[in-house]
């Protein structure tokens, strides 16, 4: 199968400085950024330090656009701007991981003289032209590249690794250190530049984030916090099948799509139920393609859903066993995916017991440490779509064994996933914590599945522990902090 | 292109040379080579089902291997050998004289086969070999292969270990002699008769070349097979129905006052198997097996073979015994239970680990095909496959014991064909059924019994997961049948 290879373009490595003297337009950023990535595999380390550059521009209120991905896990901001030889100290004002974008702010008030806002435009018509602006590979000024729309669709994004949201493909080139950059037209920002496609399978194709995207973050921050996409959290088909149209009691009129997985947990549960023929959204008639019609155009049912926020509600007329029926969906959370997220800006928690180490399962877990182990892995897979969340809302593995006598015979039990502790049961990485600093002359801690417990002497095991930490190089027993 | 040719003419060489020793230089009978006369070619063409396509057969390929012949008349082989096989014969190795042979008896789990000739008297005149007693690590061996003229190599071998070990399907573990021998590759075949003094030490089913080891089926496993294959159904070899874990780690042991030595920690009792019924549970601790004492990692000492794992003591024992004794530790109380070790019923289990020479079974309905789960099936997805088959399926075969106990065979979607009846559901597969017109589904003989009673003249199929639900047009797709046949080329829209 073809399976889409997204990078990000954020440009890797410092490159020298840059004094430019570009006339127009006067708002572009280049974006350096010292950042240290976390180690999953040795939770307790700071991470290693690696420099990367990008682009960004000037908007109202004296603040920079640009990707998360820019300044995901920045330890140390620098931007500079065109014509202007220094380099100003930046910070980051709002981060959004799901759709990519954040801002920042430079606190010395020199930075923003000469600088032009960049104002807003729409969503630009395929196959208009429009121009990509940015410090990409290649050279250490500004670049420009133009291209025309080539398509306005749904995408995931590839920095979370589980988003999707409206995206608009061109042909300009855009390449690692564009990300972050404006894209315009008539002098209008249109997209913001952040992802392409891997030069193995496609060429030419290159994605921005359009401004509907973006006035939903900067209309999301405008309360001072950042409160993430809302989701209506189900999965919906296109209803095409004669026979299913009919048995549904739906006319052969191609509106309405189905319902499929209600996810438990989600905004929608209780709400809406499997088989449910969702005919409209907020008035709006869903095609039975799934597209409703938005802004002159057919758009992703979920579009409707995108533009909302916490606290607001989508409407749907349903059939339901072959009644009408209003229904009225009050979004109160994200995405209950957010386990299978690539997590930024937060240090992995984890704990140290008798040279046990013990980590909760999530994205950077699985893509660090890969494991083999099925019942792991399918732990991870199915989260949600087998509602294993409900009954554990953290899964707690035993990540790695820090060889000592203590623990001499614990090898075996790697990658298993805590079940009990001292017959506690174990829901989170503080409930780990709490059973383990709750007494006994034993730590019995049982795993999923058949098998033998770990046994850990107490005594034992705490006269270790200091040990192992200094042996290892290991400051902290422990990082309990989300 | 040259080397190829080289190649070619160097075989050609090589065999001529060979034929004219043979000629020039008649074998002298001797004791030795008396033995040899016993062993014969088998030659298998094996065809197996595709599970993706369940009404069509793979490509059929051409195995060989050297079989032994028994003083019974019949010949001992690997069970691999015959696996899904659709032609079986035997050859003489010097005259190349050929009869068509059938199956007696096979077990996949004990890797055996008892083959016998059509034509009557084929075996006439040939040898047969008596069964070896005993054995000790450090005897020595020979390896007997089939050269290309029909003559019988003989490679030596030294045996090196005695141990219980898992066999190639990976289903029972039983008694493994492991030799060490320079075996070079003849007949491309290493199923292979190892003979110790003239007789029968044992049936070769692995050989690495790397290390020069060989893993034999050994004489006392052929023993109880052959009992066993005398009666007819044939019934298999016994098990407890659990699994078990060391008790090496001193913490466990002290927690668990284990204050005699050894003693091993039961991770897992299947329930209604012999272990089960017997009430043995998850946390016992057993001491000792009919009277010998288990240590820490599960072994006895055997008076024949040393230090081996105590489930020999269930595998060697004759095919009717009775129930023996089971010494065990719970809650500091020691206790014995008699235990009535029993084979157990593959078909029984919820997704069968090897399903040889049986069709699968399937049922099409509407261009929905309906399969039951087995491991046969998520091995078409390669070497790889507990990675690359679709995991919930993966997950439900390796976790089988985990499930209700009243589950039942898991059906599932495992593929669409497009059709009119189909339209929009072209790309679904390996999804799992839970209710096919509102009955609940526990086996493909349930689908084919709800697919009677359709629901105001649609058929309501239920999954498991996404999509949930799928309705198809009963009248319809009983109009479309036939052409649906015809157009993908299947013989039957179901095999039950």
């Known amino acids: 199968m073809f399976r889409p290879a997204f990078f990000a373009i954020t440009l890797l490595g410092f490159a020298g400085f840059c004094h430019a003297a570009s006339p127009l337009p006067k708002g572009l950023v280049r974006i350096v950024a010292t950042s240290q990535e976390p180690n999953y595999l040795q939770p307790w380390s700071g991470g290693t330090v690696s420099g990367a550059s990008g682009s960004g521009f000037v908007i ?7 990707n998360a991905h820019v300044v995901s896990n920045s330890r140390f901001l620098t931007v500079s701007k065109e014509g202007d030889p220094a380099k100003y100290l930046a910070r980051v004002l709002h981060v959004a991981h799901d759709c990519d974008l954040a801002l920042l702010t430079v606190d010395d008030p020199k930075f923003f003289k000469g600088t032009t806002a960049l104002p807003f435009g729409g969503i630009p018509a395929i196959e208009s032209t429009v121009s990509v602006y940015g410090y990409p590979i290649g050279g250490d000024r500004l670049s420009v590249t133009r291209g025309v729309v ?21 042909d300009a080139a855009i390449n690692p250190g564009n990300s972050g950059g404006p894209v315009l037209q008539d002098g209008k920002v249109v997209g913001v530049a952040f992802q392409g496609f891997s030069g193995d399978v496609a060429q030419n194709v290159g994605y921005m984030i359009p401004t509907p995207v973006v006035a939903r973050f900067l209309e999301d921050v405008k309360d001072g916090s950042y409160d993430k996409y809302m989701d209506i959290a189900v999965s919906y088909h296109a209803l095409n099948n004669p026979a299913m149209r009919k048995a549904l009691g739906i006319p052969d009129n191609d509106l309405g799509v189905f319902v499929g997985e209600v996810y438990a947990g989600g905004a929608s549960d209780g709400f809406l139920k499997a088989g449910d023929v969702i005919l409209s959204i907020d008035g709006l008639p869903v095609s039975s393609d799934g597209t409703v019609p938005l802004d002159d155009d057919q758009v992703e049912m979920a579009e409707v859903v995108e533009r909302k926020f916490k606290g607001d509600s989508v409407a749907f007329d349903v059939v339901r066993e072959g009644k ?17 997220a690539n997590a930024y800006d937060k240090k992995p928690r984890y704990l140290i ?20 182990d099925l019942r792991l ?46 017959e506690i049961s174990i829901k989170s990485l503080d409930d780990l914590a709490k059973a383990i600093d709750s007494g006994g002359d034993y730590v019995v801690i049982e795993f999923s599945g058949p098998g033998r417990p770990l046994v850990l002497k107490r005594e034992a095991a705490e006269a270790a522990t200091p040990q192992i930490l200094s042996r290892y190089g290991i400051q902290k027993d422990r990082n309990l902090v989300p | 292109m040259k080397k190829i040719l080289l190649l070619c003419l160097l075989t050609l060489s090589c065999s001529l040379t060979a034929s004219q020793a043979a000629a020039a230089k008649p074998p002298a009978p001797t004791e030795n080579q008396a033995s040899a006369k016993g062993v014969v070619r088998v030659n298998s063409t094996n065809q197996s089902y595709d599970y993706t396509r369940p009404w069509d057969k793979k490509n059929p390929f051409p195995r060989r291997g050297a079989g032994a012949i028994l003083e019974n008349g019949l010949v001992l082989v690997t069970a691999e050998l015959v696996a899904n096989h659709n032609h079986l014969e035997i050859e003489k190795p010097l005259t190349a004289d050929k009869s068509t042979a059938e199956v007696v008896a096979v077990d996949y789990d004990a890797n055996l086969a008892l083959v016998k000739p059509v034509k009557a008297d084929f075996l006439k005149g040939l040898g047969s070999f008596q069964l070896a007693e005993g054995a000790r690590v450090g005897d020595s061996a020979e390896i007997l292969q089939i050269e290309n003229n029909g003559e019988i190599a003989r490679t030596p071998a030294t045996l090196t270990t005695i141990a219980v070990a898992p066999y190639p399907l990976d289903s029972l573990s039983l008694l493994v002699f492991k030799l060490s021998s320079p075996l070079q590759s003849r007949d491309s075949s290493f199923v292979l008769p190892a003979i110790r003094e003239g007789k029968l030490l044992g049936l070769l089913m692995r050989y690495d070349a790397r ?32 699994s078990f874990s060391s008790t090496r780690d001193p913490q466990l042991r002290s927690y668990l006052g284990l204050a005699q030595p050894g003693g091993i920690y039961l991770t897992e009792v299947i329930p209604e198997s012999p272990a089960g019924l017997a009430d043995l549970r998850r946390g016992d601790i057993i001491l000792e097996v009919d009277g010998q004492a288990v240590d820490q990692d599960g072994l006895y000492e055997d008076p024949d073979f040393g230090k081996i794992l105590f489930t020999h003591l269930l595998t060697s024992r004759e095919p009717n015994a009775g129930p023996l004794s089971i010494k065990y530790l719970r809650d500091g109380k020691t206790q014995d239970v008699e235990v009535t070790p ?50 919930r399926l993966v997950y ?64 309501k199929i239920e999954f498991e997961e996404d999509p949930k639900l799928l309705f198809l047009d009963a009248n319809q797709i009983e109009a479309n049948k036939e052409n649906l046949a015809r157009d993908y080329g299947i013989p039957a829209l179901q095999r039950l």
């Open chain 1, 353 to 372: 017991y008798g040279g046990l180490v013990f980590q909760p399962l999530e994205a950077n877990f699985i893509n660090e440490h890969n494991p083999d």
């Open chain 1, 60 to 66: 109202e209120g004296n603040r920079i656009l640009t």
């Open chain 2, 211 to 242: 290390t020069q080891t060989a893993d034999l089926v050994p004489s006392p496993v052929i023993r109880r097979f052959l009992e066993r294959a005398e009666k007819t159904p044939y019934i298999g070899f016994s098990r407890l129905g659990l």
């Open chain 1, 150 to 170: 080539s398509r306005i669709d749904f995408q995931p994004y590839s920095h979370s690794g589980v988003d999707a949201h409206l995206t608009i493909q061109i």
């Open chain 1, 377 to 422: 892995r399918y732990h991870y897979d199915h989260f949600i779509s087998q509602a294993l969340h409900l009954k554990k809302p953290e899964i707690v593995v035993l990540s790695n064994v820090l060889a000592d006598p203590v623990n001499a015979y614990a090898g075996e039990f790697t990658y298993g996933i805590v079940e009990t502790v001292n």
């Open chain 2, 396 to 459: 439900l075969d390796a976790f089988q014991s985990e499930l209700p106990k009243d589950r039942g065979k898991i059906v599932f979607l495992s593929g669409t064909l497009p059709s009119p009846d189909t339209i929009g559901y072209e790309g679904l597969n390996n999804l799992v059924i839970t209710r096919v017109n509102g009955i609940e589904i526990k086996s493909l003989d349930d689908v084919a019994k709800a697919a009677q009673s359709p629901e105001n003249g649609f058929h």
């Open chain 2, 342 to 391: 029993k084979p157990i019923d593959p078909t029984k289990s919820v997704s069968e680990s090897h399903t040889f020479d049986k069709p699968p079974r399937y049922f099409i309905l509407g261009g929905l095909i309906f399969q039951e789960l087995s491991r046969t099936f998520l091995r078409e997805w390669g070497a790889n496959w507990t990675k690359t088959a679709p995991q």
């Open chain 1, 324 to 340: 009408p029926l209003s229904v009225k969906v009050p979004l109160d959370r994200a995405w209950p995916f957010a386990m299978q």
